[in-house]
């Protein structure tokens, strides 16, 4: 085995292709695995310092070119290939990388629909991360404030090559430590590898973990690189971003006119109608006093004819007509002697009489004050009584209203006692 392994060792560095089957990488960091093509199949072992220098991860289903040396494992007697380096064999490393790295975002939720956070309406400030010295940086001041002028916060950050990931990531710690209410994120066009520094890993987790809104504008209609899936709006250009990032001051303007113009039509309508209903109550209730008056005026009436029939005088002049007739029927029929005895009880009826009549005319004198106090209150007299006074137009129409009486107009008010003849100097 060991002379095996010396004439395959002679063979120098080989380059093989194959499909891998199996891949494990122990806590060692070696790396394990096997390729397969339609009629053998053969073990590689990767060494940890070659397997971290790899752009991206071994998986089985790839086909892969690699190259290194075969031997023989003594310890199992069989041929392996040690490897030192790969490449797949269709598609490139760095596309292999982006799709593994762009599948564990995912798996993360990094990319979820659920998490995109809804962009501020009306933002207070906003942060620009790009470079200051391309279009893009000029396109979005000018979208900016052509449509709605809002301060803007720029960091300075490469958007190409080496450095360019963590000055993005660096720009974007900046403008929220600022505070910022959305950031912007991009660059202007460019080719599709100019999109390195905006799937980076750093960058992409940065932008998910943005603790305000993040719009991505790398400017590539067709290409969408990891910052775009992560953030939480995306535009195809920093114009489109900075569209995105404010409203349209003009078209908000017309808006509130509109609604102005709404809502003043809706005032007028609900005032009218309340001028309406307020008319209908004021003539239902013009209407129910009427009533009430001509109902109290009907009950005055009643109790003065009442109180007419229960006068003192009227009573008297009927006591004292049949007191007459009965002293002409007494004279004329009984003799004299019964004369004397009748006279006597005359007196003693009269003396009754003039007693009840006093009890009498006094029960009427309290019924009649009663009755004088019930009229009293009943009287519209009684409200001038309490210091409030009528106000009468020339032609006996009462004012309720000042709005229509003007100024120079003659007025009657009638007091509690006496009347005043007033001309209007002011109308309030």
């Not at 009229?375 to 007299?381: E, G, R, V």
């Given at each position: 085995m060991r002379l095996a392994g010396r004439v395959l060792d002679g063979l120098g560095l080989v380059w093989l292709e194959g499909e891998v089957t199996q891949v494990s990488q122990p806590a060692s960091g070696h790396l394990y695995f096997a390729l397969r093509d339609r009629e053998a199949v053969l073990s590689a072992v990767m060494w940890s310092r070659e397997a971290q220098r790899m752009r991206f991860r071994i998986e089985p289903g790839q086909r892969l070119r690699v190259r290194g040396r075969l031997g023989v494992y003594d310890r199992d007697g069989k041929m392996q290939l040690y490897a030192d380096f790969a490449e797949p064999a269709g598609q490139g490393a760095e596309a292999i990388a982006l799709e593994q790295l762009k599948a564990k975002l995912a798996a993360e939720g990094i990319f979820a629909a659920a998490r995109k956070r809804p962009l501020p309406r009306f933002p207070r400030r906003i942060g620009v991360v790009t470079s200051k010295t391309g279009a893009a940086v000029h396109d979005i001041i000018r979208t900016v404030q052509r449509r709605l002028p809002t301060p803007i916060l720029i960091a300075d950050a490469a958007v190409q090559g080496a450095s360019a990931p963590n000055q993005l990531v660096m720009g974007m710690a900046m403008v929220v430590r600022a505070g910022v209410d959305v950031v912007i994120i991009g660059r202007g066009g460019g080719a599709v590898t100019d999109l390195t520094a905006f799937n980076h890993e750093r960058v992409v987790r940065t932008i998910a973990r943005c603790p305000v809104p993040v719009i991505s504008a790398v400017g590539h209609e067709v290409d969408l690189s990891l910052a775009d899936l992560?953030?939480?709006?995306?535009?195809?250009?920093?114009?489109?971003?900075?569209?995105?990032?404010?409203?349209?001051?003009?078209?908000?303007?017309?808006?509130?006119?509109?609604?102005?113009?709404?809502?003043?039509?809706?005032?007028?309508?609900?005032?009218?109608?309340?001028?309406?209903?307020?008319?209908?109550?004021?003539?239902?209730?013009?209407?129910?006093?009427?009533?009430?008056?001509?109902?109290?005026?009907?009950?005055?009436?009643?109790?003065?004819?009442?109180?007419?029939?229960?006068?003192?005088?009227?009573?008297?002049?009927?006591?004292?007509?049949?007191?007459?007739?009965?002293?002409?029927?007494?004279?004329?029929?009984?003799?004299?002697?019964?004369?004397?005895?009748?006279?006597?009880?005359?007196?003693?009826?009269?003396?009754?009489?003039?007693?009840?009549?006093?009890?009498?005319?006094?029960?009427?004198?309290?019924?009649?004050?009663?009755?004088?106090?019930?009229?009293?209150?009943?009287?519209?007299?009684?409200?001038?009584?309490?210091?409030?006074?009528?106000?009468?137009?020339?032609?006996?129409?009462?004012?309720?209203?000042?709005?229509?009486?003007?100024?120079?107009?003659?007025?009657?008010?009638?007091?509690?006692?006496?009347?005043?003849?007033?001309?209007?100097?002011?109308?309030?």
């Open positions: 992560a953030a939480d709006a995306r535009a195809s250009t920093p114009t489109a971003a900075a569209e995105l990032a404010v409203p349209d001051g003009a078209a908000l303007v017309e808006a509130l006119h509109k609604e102005r113009r709404r809502l003043d039509r809706e005032i007028r309508h609900r005032v009218d109608r309340a001028r309406q209903d307020l008319d209908h109550q004021t003539m239902a209730l013009h209407a129910r006093g009427e009533r009430v008056l001509a109902q109290a005026s009907a009950e005055l009436a009643t109790l003065a004819h009442r109180l007419t029939g229960l006068h003192p005088r009227k009573q008297l002049f009927a006591r004292g007509s049949r007191l007459a007739e009965l002293t002409r029927r007494l004279t004329a029929v009984h003799p004299a002697s019964r004369l004397a005895r009748s006279r006597h009880e005359l007196d003693a009826l009269i003396a009754r009489r003039d007693a009840a009549m006093r009890k009498s005319l006094e029960r009427r004198r309290a019924l009649l004050g009663e009755l004088g106090a019930g009229m009293a209150a009943l009287s519209p007299l009684a409200v001038l009584d309490r210091g409030f006074a009528m106000v009468v137009r020339d032609d006996g129409a009462i004012v309720r209203d000042a709005a229509p009486i003007r100024r120079g107009e003659h007025l009657r008010i009638r007091l509690a006692r006496g009347a005043l003849g007033v001309i209007v100097e002011e109308v309030e």
